[in-house]
T-cell receptor, first 110, second 115 residues
Framework: GENVEQHPSTLSVQEGDSAVIKCTYS??????FPWYKQELGKRPQLIID?????GEKKDQRIAVTLNKTAKHFSLHITETQPEDSAVYFC?????????FGKGTMLLVSP | DVKVTQSSRYLVKRTGEKVFLECVQD?????MFWYRQDPGLGLRLIYF???????EKGDIPEGYSVSREKKERFSLILESASTNQTSMYLC??????????????FGPGTRLLVL
């Protein structure tokens, strides 16, 4: 089955800095890659996703890039704000279900 | 606005008890999922369902069963709870199909403690 590795497990940045979270996947048939954000005590929510026929996608301060050849994808957050502090999960979908990474705890200090 | 609700936010049970966790979605979604979330392990899929009365094992189905008698309701059953099943349980649903249908909407979670 699919295996998703996510790094780093924790990331601390200063407000205004950029943050990058990286994921690798094992199944070359995977074609859908969402990112979920989970704030403390709340449910995970989709923030951005990308399909295998696209190399990059942006939504305001958030962008995701995908390298199919290397089987890795990344989340980029620019101009970080304290409200970006949360756990971020990447995921990959192959034949049927999503496989999630173990999560990255992002802490943005004012 | 999609709503996924779970029957309990917190639950305390004894070892050996039978435990029912209920999940209801109000958006006529085809797919429903049960995950457990543990620190450092992320979200792991226990079971999922693509249709009424249909179920498929996920990555960690041992010790669990599920029931989907109605489209909007997906139940997770711990036949005989054990301490290693102490965890946060998250239910999710998705419309189905490609594109927007793949977005999963999560419930608030049930934190289960097995003593």
């Amino acid at each position: 089955g699919e295996n998703v590795e996510q790094h780093p497990s924790t990331l601390s940045v200063q407000e205004g800095d950029s943050a990058v979270i990286k994921c690798t996947y094992s199944d070359s048939a995977s074609n859908y890659f969402p990112w979920y954000k989970q704030e403390l005590g709340k449910r995970p929510q989709l923030i951005i996703d990308i399909r295998s026929n696209v190399g990059e996608k942006k939504d305001q301060r958030i962008a995701v890039t995908l390298n199919k050849t290397a089987k890795h994808f990344s989340l980029h957050i620019t101009e970080t704000q304290p409200e970006d502090s949360a756990v971020y999960f990447c995921a990959a979908k192959g034949y049927s279900t999503l496989t999630f990474g173990k999560g990255t705890m992002l802490l943005v200090s004012p | 606005d999609v709503k996924v609700t779970q029957s309990s936010r917190y639950l305390v049970k004894r070892t050996g008890e039978k435990v029912f966790l209920e999940c209801v979605q109000d958006m006529d979604h085809e797919n429903m999922f049960w995950y457990r979330q543990d620190p450092g392990l992320g979200l792991r899929l226990i079971y999922f369902s693509y249709d009424v009365k249909m179920k498929e094992k996920g990555d960690i189905p041992e010790g669990y069963s599920v029931s989907r008698e109605k489209k909007e309701r997906f139940s997770l059953i711990l036949e005989s709870a054990s301490t290693n099943q102490t965890s946060m349980y998250l239910c999710a649903s998705s419309l189905g199909g490609q594109g927007l249908g793949e977005t999963q909407y999560f419930g608030p979670g049930t934190r289960l403690l097995v003593l």
